[in-house]
């Protein structure tokens, strides 16, 4: 089963910036809509980013948008969030999924699978 491998996270100060990388093991996801989700302790899984299958349109929970972003590189089977103006409720498990082929950046949340491990994030107060 494919699988996706996140890269990046660590420990930041609030107000600090982290990139995640997302690599895909196949070409056969540049095509496809991808998006980030994260999970915090005692919490339930959400999707933070999503992005369409070109890079052309993006999608942001409200909680992040102004301060991450998503983005793309099919070239290198590889999708980024870079998050700025970290917050100590940004802590959490970072994880990337596909969507669906040739998917926009609307791909419902249910659609997502390819779960990679996930990454770290940690911000200090």
């Known amino acids: 089963q494919v699988q996706l491998k996140e890269s990046g996270g660590g420990l930041v100060q609030t107000g600090g910036s982290l990139r995640l990388a997302c690599a895909a093991p196949?070409?056969?996801?540049?095509?496809?809509?991808m998006g980030w989700f994260r999970q915090a302790p005692g919490k339930e899984r959400e999707v933070v980013a999503r992005?369409?299958?070109?890079?052309?349109?993006?999608l942001y929970a409200e909680s992040v948008r102004g301060r991450f972003t998503i983005s793309r590189d099919n070239a290198k089977n590889t999708v980024y969030l870079q998050m700025n103006s970290l917050k100590p409720e940004d802590t959490a498990i970072y994880y990337c999924a596909a969507g669906r082929p040739y998917g926009s950046a609307s791909t419902p949340i249910q659609s997502f699978g390819a779960w990679g491990q996930g990454t770290q994030v940690t911000v200090s107060s």
């Open positions: 196949e070409r056969t996801f540049s095509s496809w809509s």
């Open positions: 992005i369409n299958w070109n890079g052309a349109d993006t």
